[in-house]
């Protein structure tokens, strides 16, 4: 067992060895798209492609167990913002068809809530600049907004207008009114 379990972790190595000269930078965007197995469960699927489309941004977060952690295996992810480091971290606002939450990975409790509202809670979402990155802030009907620092406005603008979109009754593109 031991000799198999070294084996793997050889085989690990190696792959993330090729990975790197396959792709060198761009490795974690290329690892977004591979395809998954017939395993993963909606949740992590429509993550993982909502991910994807950070891959032009300059991060890195560990989020293997993150749908399983934060998200229902039925839940499906509509699109996700990258804030600014934070406590050796990238904290995420994830915008699901049924609520939008704030997470950010800690050492001691992998992937924890800070913040999160369902989609009927929600108000309205801009990005608001400031002298350094800026803040997308979701606005909700109770309670204090949701807010992530980020430094780039790019993708958190298109979160932000998703979000108003989806508040204003409209649908994510590609999904249609049942």
Partial sequence: MVSSRREKLRAALQLQREMRERYGDDVEAAMAQLPLT???TRAEQTYRAAMARNSSQRFSVNDAILPE????PDETVLDVAVGSLSSDTF???LVTDRRILLTIDQPW???RILREAPSAE???AE???RLLGGRLRVRLRQGKDIV???GAYERPKEVAALIRRLADG???PGREES
């Fill in 91 to 93: 904290p995420l606002v």
């Fill in 122 to 124: 929600v108000l309205s």
């Fill in 38 to 40: 017939g395993s993963a």
């Fill in 170 to 172: 409209g649908h994510a």
């Fill in 109 to 111: 409790r992998r992937w």
């Fill in 127 to 129: 990005v608001e600049p």
């Fill in 69 to 72: 952690r934060v998200l229902q």
């Fill in 148 to 150: 992530l620092k980020v």
